[in-house]
Nanobody
Framework: VQLVESGGGSVQTGGSLRLSCAVS????????MGWFRRAPGKEREGVGV????????YYHNSVKDRFTISQDVAKNTVYLQMTNLEPEDTAIHYC?????????????????????WGQGTQVTVS
């Protein structure tokens, strides 16, 4: 299984970026995809998650109303649309997928439940 992120870059405060995560190699459809990020000097944290079948999405409070996760099932691609970016959003952003089916519990699952990770893409907001 391979996850490849793209779309990172440098923007000014208030700007927007759209990250993409292309998934390949799954022997079956993944049931959810998570976005995570690691800011300089901080632990990696969950940004949001999308459950493929229902389309349900859940976000960290710090990005709610600014970030939107969407998907193109036919392309096996998940997107993270980021708007009104703030310097605090500066981080390496990762997408991740679980090996097994995760139950929709109404929040972002723990990172430990995600088995496949992309290489990350840098987002810098100044």
């Amino acid at each position: 299984v391979q996850l490849v992120e793209s779309g990172g870059g440098s923007v000014q405060t208030g700007g927007s970026l759209r990250l993409s995560c292309a998934v390949s190699g799954y022997t079956r459809s993944y049931n959810c995809m998570g976005w995570f990020r690691r800011a300089p000097g901080k632990e990696r944290e969950g940004v949001g998650v999308i459950y493929v079948k229902s389309g349900n999405t859940y976000y960290h409070n710090s990005v709610k109303d600014r970030f939107t996760i969407s998907q193109d099932v036919a392309k096996n691609t998940v997107y993270l649309q980021m708007t009104n970016l703030e310097p605090e959003d500066t981080a390496i952003h990762y997408c991740a997928a679980p090996r097994r089916i995760l139950e929709d519990m109404g929040w972002i699952p723990p990172q430990s439940l995600f088995d496949y990770w992309g290489q990350g893409t840098q987002v810098t907001v100044s």
